[in-house]
Every structure is written in structure tokens, then in C-alpha cells.
């Protein structure tokens, strides 16, 4: 059974930063597509940042350039490095594996003004 785990979150002020991990189990994550979605109260869960097996990144226009997201196979492990936090950025941050269809629990961000 495969479980991704989310951690790293928490509360930081305005222009803070963070690094959020997602452990996978159950499962070897090389060459897979991995994302990081966000889901604020009242709003639809957003892709911010995905990674390819090959390692090509894309990212949300409202996380671009602040936001890097990457992996370690060897730890089976998912990051995503995030700079310069707005208080928009808050949100529960959750990570997919989409070709086995799987999502951690999420971690929460809470950025302050």
C-alpha cells in the first residue's frame, strides 16, 4: 500500500520561508510525476508546483520564481522549497503521486502579515 506523508509546515511571518516534505512508502517514486496542490478554505484545490521523472518542473504563476520544488529518490522523498511567503500562501499543502493515484494527508501553511 503505497502512503505519502506530509511534513514540514507551520506558522511563519510575511516573507518567510519554508521547506515541506512528502515521504513516500510502499513504493519507489523514480521516474514518476509528482505534484504539490494547495487547498485554501472556500477555494479549489490549486497545482502549485509538479516535477517529472526526468526532473522538468512547472509551476503556478502565483508561486513562480518563489516556490522550487524537487526530489531525492534515493530517499523516495518530494520538497518544495518555498521563499518570500504572502499570506495568500496560506493553505493545507498536499502531495500526489498520480499514477498510483495517491495524496498525503497534508500539511498546513500559515503565513501572518
Known amino acids: 500500500q503505497v502512503q505519502l506523508v506530509e511534513s514540514g509546515g507551520g506558522l511563519v511571518q510575511a516573507g518567510g520561508s519554508l521547506t515541506l516534505s512528502c515521504t513516500v512508502s510502499?513504493?519507489?517514486?523514480?521516474?514518476?510525476?509528482m505534484a504539490w496542490y494547495r487547498q485554501a478554505p472556500g477555494k479549489r484545490r490549486l497545482r502549485v508546483a509538479s516535477?517529472?521523472?526526468?526532473?522538468?518542473?512547472m509551476y503556478d504563476p502565483s508561486v513562480k520564481d518563489r516556490f522550487t520544488i524537487s526530489r531525492e529518490d534515493e530517499k523516495n522523498t518530494l520538497y518544495l522549497q518555498m521563499n518570500e511567503l504572502k499570506p495568500e500562501d496560506t493553505a493545507v499543502y498536499l502531495c500526489?503521486?498520480?499514477?498510483?493515484?495517491?495524496w498525503g494527508q497534508g500539511t498546513q501553511v500559515t503565513v501572518s502579515s
Open positions: 516535477i517529472g521523472g526526468g526532473g522538468v518542473t
Open positions: 500526489e503521486l498520480p499514477s498510483l493515484n495517491s
Open positions: 510502499g513504493s519507489n517514486i523514480s521516474s514518476y510525476f
